[in-house]
């Protein structure tokens, strides 16, 4: 069994361990590889740069389910509120041998859902007021078995590590262009050296930012893809599923184009992506694979299960 769902029932998925495993060794060099050129480049400020690249990783590491809390506006919510969502997120945490994560809603017409938080003990779940309304309870289930095996997989945690990146490069370029540190001290000395830091900086930040997103888009689609087997497994009603993605899927695209823009940062997140359905259509680097994908897949273990 492999090291990503041993403390769970969840159908293990070696395919998404290694892709992870990969994923983070890319991703560890890549940040390895731009602190020490931020170093290198500004030497005098060398202690301020490590200070504020381990406080940024900290920060979104440790914090990653309340800061996406805050940013898509859920709450935590109890048993009294919400009888039918804890019920199933119950039934589904038995049936997986899991601790139950937090319970959450955001109030957004925008039906979708989405998992976050370093590991299962501190990991939240959260569904929108419209997914809410939309799904039948045997849909619901199928979304939320699809939150709950990212938790177990702990492929939230590599999304957030990995995306990690990216914010790092943006604060550190910011930092390095604007807060004084380049150019500083004799200026005989130094006017050349600013002049190069400030042309290579804001390029080595953009190829940092360009590889970090190509992988974490591989590994989202992939683990989408992962997270719909092992809910359809679990549960035993892939068509269940496959009718929430097909519902999902046809109602985002009729949101308005505002709130899905509001929504977007989040889009690996979500149980489907915050698209219309033109952005759909021509989403090359899109972090979900297409619904066709998903549901050709689906069909394919219900074909299994049913013999």
Same mark, same amino acid.
């Given at each position: 069994m492999s090291a990503s769902s041993q403390h769970s029932r969840f159908a293990p998925d070696r395919g998404l361990t290694g892709r992870m495993v990969v994923t983070m060794f890319f991703i560890g060099l890549l940040y390895v590889g731009f602190t020490g050129v931020l170093i290198v480049l500004l030497r005098g400020a060398w202690p301020l740069i490590v200070l504020i690249s381990g406080g940024l990783f900290v920060a979104q590491f440790w914090f990653s389910d309340k800061i996406t809390e805050r940013a898509m506006g859920a709450r935590s919510v109890t048993p009294?509120?919400?009888?039918?969502?804890?019920?199933?997120?119950?039934?589904?945490?038995a049936l997986a041998d899991m601790p139950k994560p937090r319970v959450a809603v955001a109030d957004n017409d925008m039906p979708n859902a989405f998992a976050t938080g370093r590991n299962p003990q501190n990991a939240v779940v959260c569904v929108t007021t419209g997914l809410l309304r939309r799904l039948e309870p045997e849909e619901l289930e199928g979304v939320l078995a699809h939150e709950l095996s990212h938790v177990a997989h702990r492929d939230v945690a590599v999304m957030t590590i990995a995306g990690f990146l990216g914010v790092l490069a943006g604060v550190m370029t910011r930092i390095a262009l604007y807060g004084g540190f380049i150019g500083g001290g004799n200026r005989n000395n130094n006017d050349s050296n600013a002049a190069i830091a400030m042309l290579i900086i804001p390029l080595v930040s953009m190829v940092v930012y360009a590889i970090s997103f190509l992988l974490t888009r591989l590994l989202s689609r992939y683990r989408e893809l992962a997270a719909d087997r092992a809910a359809a497994q679990l549960t035993g009603r892939p068509s269940a599923l /496959?009718? /929430?993605l097909t519902k999902v899927t046809g109602q985002i695209a009729a949101i308005p184009s505002k709130d899905l823009r509001q929504a977007q940062p989040y889009n690996a997140f979500y149980f489907a992506p915050a698209l219309s359905a033109r952005e759909t259509a021509s989403q090359l680097l899109s972090t979900h694979p297409s619904l066709e994908q998903r549901l050709a897949q689906l069909a394919r273990i219900s074909a299994q299960l049913g013999r």
């Amino acid at each position: 069994m492999s090291a990503s769902s041993q403390h769970s029932r969840f159908a293990p998925d070696r395919g998404l361990t290694g892709r992870m495993v990969v994923t983070m060794f890319f991703i560890g060099l890549l940040y390895v590889g731009f602190t020490g050129v931020l170093i290198v480049l500004l030497r005098g400020a060398w202690p301020l740069i490590v200070l504020i690249s381990g406080g940024l990783f900290v920060a979104q590491f440790w914090f990653s389910d309340k800061i996406t809390e805050r940013a898509m506006g859920a709450r935590s919510v109890t048993p009294e509120q919400y009888p039918q969502l804890h019920g199933t997120i119950d039934r589904l945490c038995a049936l997986a041998d899991m601790p139950k994560p937090r319970v959450a809603v955001a109030d957004n017409d925008m039906p979708n859902a989405f998992a976050t938080g370093r590991n299962p003990q501190n990991a939240v779940v959260c569904v929108t007021t419209g997914l809410l309304r939309r799904l039948e309870p045997e849909e619901l289930e199928g979304v939320l078995a699809h939150e709950l095996s990212h938790v177990a997989h702990r492929d939230v945690a590599v999304m957030t590590i990995a995306g990690f990146l990216g914010v790092l490069a943006g604060v550190m370029t910011r930092i390095a262009l604007y807060g004084g540190f380049i150019g500083g001290g004799n200026r005989n000395n130094n006017d050349s050296n600013a002049a190069i830091a400030m042309l290579i900086i804001p390029l080595v930040s953009m190829v940092v930012y360009a590889i970090s997103f190509l992988l974490t888009r591989l590994l989202s689609r992939y683990r989408e893809l992962a997270a719909d087997r092992a809910a359809a497994q679990l549960t035993g009603r892939p068509s269940a599923l /496959a009718s /929430a993605l097909t519902k999902v899927t046809g109602q985002i695209a009729a949101i308005p184009s505002k709130d899905l823009r509001q929504a977007q940062p989040y889009n690996a997140f979500y149980f489907a992506p915050a698209l219309s359905a033109r952005e759909t259509a021509s989403q090359l680097l899109s972090t979900h694979p297409s619904l066709e994908q998903r549901l050709a897949q689906l069909a394919r273990i219900s074909a299994q299960l049913g013999r």
